[in-house]
C-alpha cells in the first residue's frame, strides 16, 4: 500500500488548490487599466456585532497614461504616522493624469482601521501591518489587506515607495531608506532612487528582523522598493512635509513618469542627501530603567562614543540622581524615543553613521 490515494487526500488536494487560486476577498472599484484619475475604493469585508455584513472601505487612487512604468506609492501601514498619508492625498489631488507617461497607484491610508484609532498597530486584530506580509486570504483584517496588496498590487508595480515616519514613540532626522540587497544592480537602482527622493538622510540598513515586511515581500520579486522615516513624534511639521512632498514629486520624476528634472536638496539651499547607515548593535540604546528622559543631544547632531546621550529620572525617587547613557557610537543622533516618558527595554536613540568614501561597493561585506 504505497499509493495514497484514498478519497480524503484527493479531495483534499482539490481544495488545496481551489483555494491557492481563489482571489483576495478585498473587492476594488479601480480599473487599472483605464487611462485618466480615478479614486477609488479597496472593500474589505468586516463583520461585527456593530454592522452585519459591514465592510473597511479603504481609499485607493490610480492615475494612468499609455504605457510606462507602475509605481506603486503606499502609507499609513502604520496609523500614527503623517508624512505619508498627507503628501501622497496631496499627490492625489494634484496629479495631472495628462502629463503622465505610465501609471502611479496610489494607497495613502493602507492601515485604514489603525489610521482611525492613530495607533500604531491595527485596533481590529492586534497586528503590525509591516509583519504580515505576505498576507493571508483566510486571515485577519491586516493580513486579509496585505494578502491583496501582495497578490494584486505588487505583482502591478516597477517600483514601490513605502511612506513612513517614527510614530508616536519614535522621531527621526528625515530619511530615505533602503537595504543592503544581494543583487548589485538592483542594490545600484534602489541606491539612486534613494538619492533622487532627496531626503536630508540616505540610510542605507540591513533589518535585524525582516521577516513579513511589505519591504521583503517586494524584495523577494526582485522589485525596486525604498521606504522613508519622515519624522515623527506622532505628528507632522512644516519640514517633514515638504520633504515627503519634494521626495514623491522627484521619485515621478526619477522613474521618468513625468517630464523634468529630479530636485535636489542644494537647489533648495540645503545640504546634500547624507548618505548614512547603523552598522551594527552599538548604534541602538535600548534602556533598562523607566522614568522621564532627558535627552542631552538634540536629532541630527553629531555625537563622540562615550559622550552622555542623555538622562533617565525617577520621579517617584527625586533624591536619587538620573541614570546617565552613553553613546557607543560615534556619528549622528538619527532617532529618539519621542515621549517624555520611557520604559524599561525602549528604544532611546539611534545613532547612524557616515558611509564611507569607498562608496556602495563596500556595502555588500556588510553584515
Ligand atoms: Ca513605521
Not at 50 to 58: D, K, L, M, N, P
Amino acid at each position: 500500500m504505497s499509493e495514497d490515494y484514498s478519497e480524503t487526500s484527493v479531495v483534499e488536494a482539490a481544495l488545496d488548490a481551489q483555494l491557492r487560486k481563489m482571489p483576495s476577498r478585498v473587492s476594488c472599484t479601480i480599473d487599472f487599466g483605464a487611462d485618466g484619475k480615478h479614486f477609488g475604493l479597496m472593500t474589505v469585508p468586516h463583520s461585527r456585532n456593530e454592522s452585519a455584513w459591514g465592510s473597511i472601505q479603504i481609499p485607493i487612487i490610480c492615475a494612468r497614461n499609455g504605457s510606462g512604468p507602475t509605481l506603486l506609492f503606499t502609507a499609513g501601514l502604520h496609523g500614527d504616522e503623517y508624512e505619508g498619508p498627507i503628501a501622497l492625498m496631496k499627490l492625489a489631488r494634484d496629479l495631472d493624469p495628462g502629463a503622465l507617461q505610465g501609471r502611479v497607484i496610489i494607497t495613502p491610508t493602507l492601515n485604514l482601521p489603525a489610521i482611525r484609532a492613530a495607533t500604531r498597530l491595527s485596533p481590529i486584530d492586534g497586528r503590525n501591518m509591516n509583519r504580515v506580509f505576505p498576507g493571508n486570504r483566510d486571515g485577519t483584517v491586516t493580513e486579509v489587506i496585505a494578502h491583496y496588496v501582495h497578490t494584486e498590487l505588487l505583482p502591478m508595480a516597477d517600483a514601490v515607495v513605502d511612506i513612513h515616519s517614527g510614530g508616536k514613540t519614535l522621531d527621526f532626522v528625515p530619511s530615505a531608506v533602503m537595504h543592503y540587497l544581494d543583487d548589485s544592480m538592483l542594490m545600484d537602482r534602489t541606491l539612486a532612487a534613494v538619492k533622487a527622493f532627496g531626503a536630508p538622510v540616505g540610510l542605507i540598513l540591513r533589518e535585524l528582523d525582516n521577516q513579513g515586511m511589505l519591504d521583503t515581500a517586494v524584495e523577494d520579486m526582485r522589485k525596486l522598493f525604498i521606504s522613508t522615516e519622515l519624522g515623527g513624534s506622532g505628528t507632522s511639521t512644516a519640514r517633514s512635509i515638504t520633504i515627503a512632498e519634494r521626495g514623491l514629486k522627484n521619485l515621478l520624476r526619477h522613474f521618468r513618469l513625468v517630464e523634468g528634472k529630479v530636485e535636489t536638496p542644494e537647489a533648495a539651499g540645503h545640504p546634500p542627501t547624507r548618505m548614512m547607515q547603523t552598522p551594527d548593535g552599538d548604534c541602538f540604546t535600548l534602556v533598562k530603567h523607566a522614568g522621564i528622559l532627558e535627552m542631552t543631544v538634540d536629532l541630527g547632531a553629531a555625537v563622540e562614543e562615550g559622550q552622555l546621550l542623555g538622562r533617565i529620572h525617577d520621579y517617584e525617587e527625586p533624591a536619587q540622581p538620573p541614570v546617565p547613557y552613553y553613546a557607543r557610537k560615534s556619528g549622528m543622533l538619527l532617532s529618539r524615543h519621542a515621549p517624555g516618558l520611557i520604559q524599561r527595554g525602549d528604544c532611546m536613540a539611534v545613532i547612524a553613521t557616515d558611509i564611507p568614501p569607498s562608496g556602495p561597493a563596500d556595502l555588500y561585506e556588510q553584515g
